[in-house]
């Protein structure tokens, strides 16, 4: 069983607006990464909700995922990534770290990344275009206790560098992986290069 956690708490304070809910094609921000991932091979999404999680969570009632809310979503990612692994099926095998904010996440990335999960066996996963690194990351679920003794201050880096022997980097098919989202900049650049795509 491959589940996965879709970080969706932010407070979107560097866009400006609440990016979560901007429009994106046919659905908005949020919409299209679930989208995305309803149409991998993932068998549970768990949508960790933070700031405004009332109105994502209208926005996604319709699609076939799990909403929960992190009432502690304001001390930063690490928090809501530790709520995501406490609130997984507890018998997963492995769990897919996404972002809510990157829409332009591809199924064939996804699907690349189980198939060296499931071939290679490694602990971790890792997408790798030119030379660097990017989301979505997955990992075994052996590391669930060591995620959740994360300190605050801590981020996943660090465990992940405890763990280099235990890291696949798999190259990537586009750079997809590499583009976030943090401002209004950066979401028009997204709007426009899916519109280039599309068309």
Known sequence: MISAIVL????????????QLLPYGEHTVIEQVV??????????????????????????AQWNVRLSWNPRYGEGMLSS????????HPETDAVMHVLGDQPQIERGVVEQMLSAYRE??????????SGRRGHPVLLDAHYR?????LGKDA???DLMRRHTDETLEVNAITDGILRDMDTWAEYEREINFRKQVVV
Do not use: C, Y
């Open 8 to 19: 969706g708490a932010g407070l979107s304070q560097r866009m400006g607006a609440f990016k």
């Open 81 to 88: 990534l530790q709520h995501g692994w406490r609130n997984v």
């Open 35 to 60: 989208s995305v991932l309803l149409a991998s091979p993932i068998d549970e999404i768990v949508v960790v909700l933070g700031h405004r999680h009332e109105q994502v969570e209208q926005v996604l």
């Open 120 to 129: 290679k066996k490694s602990g971790i996963v890792v997408p790798k275009f």
């Open 155 to 157: 981020t996943l880096r």
């Open 145 to 149: 206790d060591e995620i959740l003794e």
